[in-house]
């Protein structure tokens, strides 16, 4: 039985990325209690099966509500894409229907429709991410009259995990991705961001595309959808614990998280290890 007493917030993601939404979030909203669990030891889920994946984000979900979280952000595009509706749709009737899973990817392609004005956009992510169609998909779904132009970049997550993006090594696989999804079409004036990891090599993506074309970053994406969810859902908000805590998990080595998350945080973090 899960315990209905108010409850921090849980965030969710396969690995470090999503800790540069976590960062955003707390920025602006420091004053509500989080819960940040990343599983590393089974990380990374793009080239995992959608089974897999819905069984893993499952898994996580119900391990955070189970420390009294009742709203659980899944800061992963690969759960968002390949798990979320499942959860939503099938476990959450079942395990309580006023908790909530949000994602990563319906408020990326929400913020679309309002900024471009070519109706053109493009798409840089993981290849899981890209293969799975998702956001392409969601975008069609809200904004009928747009087009969508998806780039896969599968260096980009390993050079920012392996801290090797400030370099002209890492520029020349940027450059290149970039350059082969504006070779699709010209007119593309929006491009989203579709990874968590983005965030931390943006200087670098901004050097390669023209000024002219607007970038979508999901940190701040994500952080403005969810206090605009809290204000339009006062009864979940009222769920949510404030005495701004942070409280940050692994499934992995707790050590080495603390010390590669701070790269993605942007400060000193002290983790723990679980088990799922």
């Known amino acids: 039985m899960l315990n209905n007493l108010p409850g921090p917030i849980g965030v969710f993601d396969s690995g470090y990325g999503g800790l540069t939404v976590l960062k955003e979030i707390t920025r602006q909203m420091p004053q509500y209690d989080y819960i940040y669990l990343g599983d590393n030891a089974r990380a ?8 897999v994946v819905y069984q893993y984000t499952l898994q996580a979900v119900n391990w955070l509500f189970s ?16 798990a979320l509706r499942t959860i939503q749709q099938n476990n959450l009737p079942k395990i309580d229907p006023d908790r909530r899973v949000l994602g990563v990817i319906r408020p990326s392609a929400e913020a679309v429709g309002n900024l471009t004005k070519s109706r053109e956009v493009g798409i840089l992510g ?26 896969a970049c599968p260096l980009w997550v390993p050079l920012v995990e392996n801290e090797e993006y400030n370099n002209c090594g890492a520029d020349y696989f940027i ?18 961001l579709g990874c968590t990891h983005y965030p931390l090599i943006a200087d670098s993506i901004r050097k390669f595309v023209p000024s002219n074309i607007q970038l979508i970053s999901q940190d701040t994406i994500i952080a403005e959808s969810l206090a605009d969810y809290l204000n339009r859902h006062p009864e979940m908000e009222r769920k949510c614990t404030k005495s701004g805590s942070i409280k940050f998990l692994t499934t ?19 983790s723990e290890q679980i088990t799922l």
Do not use: M, W
């Open 252 to 270: 992995d080595i707790a050590d080495v998280f603390s010390s590669r998350g701070e790269i993605f945080y942007g400060e000193k973090i002290k």
């Open 126 to 151: 993981t290849p899981g991410t890209i293969l799975s169609d998702s956001y392409r998909i969601e975008i069609k779904k809200l904004f009928p009259d747009i087009k969508t132009f998806q780039q």
């Open 67 to 82: 420390q009294g979280c009742h709203l659980v952000i899944l800061a992963c595009n690969t759960s968002s894409a390949k």
């Open 44 to 51: 990374p889920y793009g080239s995992r099966s959608y089974f």
């Open 175 to 192: 450059e290149k991705d970039i350059r082969s999804l504006l070779s699709k079409s010209k007119n593309i004036d929006t491009i989203i």
